[in-house]
């Protein structure tokens, strides 16, 4: 590569209006030049960006490079450790310490378990929708309740509670709110867990907080822990629900096809979560010298992850920029790679799997009601990219 080797200057923010499911097109055009390209991240700070499937998906599985939050080189300011129970941004053995009890409950046995609940909510939400009439908005009546209620229902969260626990991860996940509303709406959701975990402490109930209490984890852990399940399990769910509804609306060969063959279903989750990859990017640490892709990354830079370049690689995919709902070639990375591989990947996998049939057969004559590019986005700054408001109509 030598003098060659492409360079972005800062992260691309701009998609395509009207058909926002391909990657900005800078990054598309990063993974052209070549798997990896000199990156400088906001601080100024030098890094690297990896584009392509196989360096992305080398990276996730080595030790070498850390998830450790107080660790990444980004901006000249030291960043501090993540709090206790928060494991997404740790790595061994402090990560074993909090992800292993909470293996064993979220099983595929156990999550498939779950079908019948799920597909309870979901009746439940498309008969509000139904009874509301034309137009709605999908995010709000369908796509945002129920990861909610069934996340909240797995961990314990009292039901008159989700409103405004949805309210505050929306604020601090949604990329849309300055620094105060941000650490507002995090210390709102702190304090809460505090007192949920205090709750659970004192009189358990049949969910996975009650359980983890009898564990020697801390009640700061347990807090922690509590964050990452809930915030994970209700905003990624629910942007793939929302981007999922309008990338099906806007390609009705697909959607025609996933109709009439019921079997197909599995097929299609898999491929929308390759295709759409709403979880954008993650970020690695190297601990030491690395080789990678031809270039050497010093211990100590911070490496920016691309997944939607990855699961859109033409040397891993063919055809990558097409839905295919009956592609074969499977591996996406949508759910990471690794140790930090999703917990909850299974139960997604079910919410999807029972929301997307339900809601086209409920609705078979199912449009946008506002044209393409007026549907609003969530910016690109968002750790989960989605729309904001999906309004669509049918035939009552």
């Not at 450790?81 to 074993?96: I, K, R, T, Y």
């Not at 439940?124 to 009439?133: H, M, R, T």
């Not at 300055?178 to 709102?188: M, Q, R, W």
């Not at 309008?246 to 295709?275: C, K, M, S, W």
Request: hydrophobic residues 40%; negative net charge.
């Amino acid at each position: 590569m030598g003098e060659s080797l492409h360079t972005v200057t800062a992260m691309p923010t701009a998609r395509q209006a009207g058909c926002p499911f391909d990657p900005p097109a800078e990054l598309t055009e990063a993974r052209r030049h070549g798997p990896i390209s000199r990156f400088t991240h906001p601080g100024g700070k030098p890094g690297w960006l990896i584009t392509g499937y196989d360096l992305v998906r080398s990276v996730l599985a080595d030790s070498r490079f850390s998830s450790r939050k107080e660790l990444l080189n980004v901006v000249d300011f030291e960043i501090p450790p993540a709090p206790p129970g928060e494991f997404l941004l740790m790595d061994e053995p402090q990560h074993s310490r909090y992800r292993k009890p909470l293996m064993g409950r979220f099983t595929v046995r156990r999550m498939r378990l779950l079908t019948e609940r799920i597909e309870q909510v979901t009746t439940a939400c498309l008969d509000a929708v139904e009874k509301a009439g034309p137009p709605v908005d999908l995010v709000s009546a369908f796509a945002k309740p129920i990861p909610t209620i069934v996340i909240c229902e797995l961990l314990g969260v009292p039901y008159e509670d989700r409103g405004s626990f949805q309210e505050q991860i929306d604020a601090f996940m949604g990329g849309e709110t300055n620094d105060e509303e941000l650490i507002a709406a995090y210390t709102a959701t702190q304090n809460y867990l505090e007192e949920l975990v205090a709750a659970k402490r004192a009189n358990p109930t049949d969910d996975v907080l009650s359980e983890l209490t009898d564990s020697d984890l801390t009640d700061e852990e347990l807090k922690g822990i509590s964050l990452i399940l809930l915030a994970a399990g209700f905003d990624t769910t629910a942007n793939m629900l929302s981007l999922g509804t309008f990338a099906l609306l806007r390609h009705p060969d697909q959607l025609a096809a996933l109709r009439a063959d019921p079997a197909l279903t599995g097929r299609a989750v898999e491929e929308l979560l390759r295709y759409l990859s709403v979880a954008k990017t993650f970020m690695r640490t190297a601990l030491v010298d690395v080789e990678l892709g031809g270039q050497t990354i010093e211990a100590g830079t911070t490496v920016v992850l691309s997944y939607h370049t990855a699961n859109r690689d033409p040397e891993r995919f063919t055809d990558p920029h097409v839905l295919d709902l009956r592609r074969q070639d499977g591996g996406h990375l949508a759910f990471s790679h690794g140790i930090h591989q999703c917990l909850g990947q299974q139960l997604a996998r079910v919410e999807m799997g029972v929301a997307f049939p339900a809601l086209f057969e409920r609705f078979p004559a199912l449009r946008l009601a506002v044209p393409a590019e007026e549907v609003g986005l969530r910016p690109e700054t968002a750790d989960i990219f989605g729309v904001k408001s999906l309004p669509v109509a049918w035939d009552a």
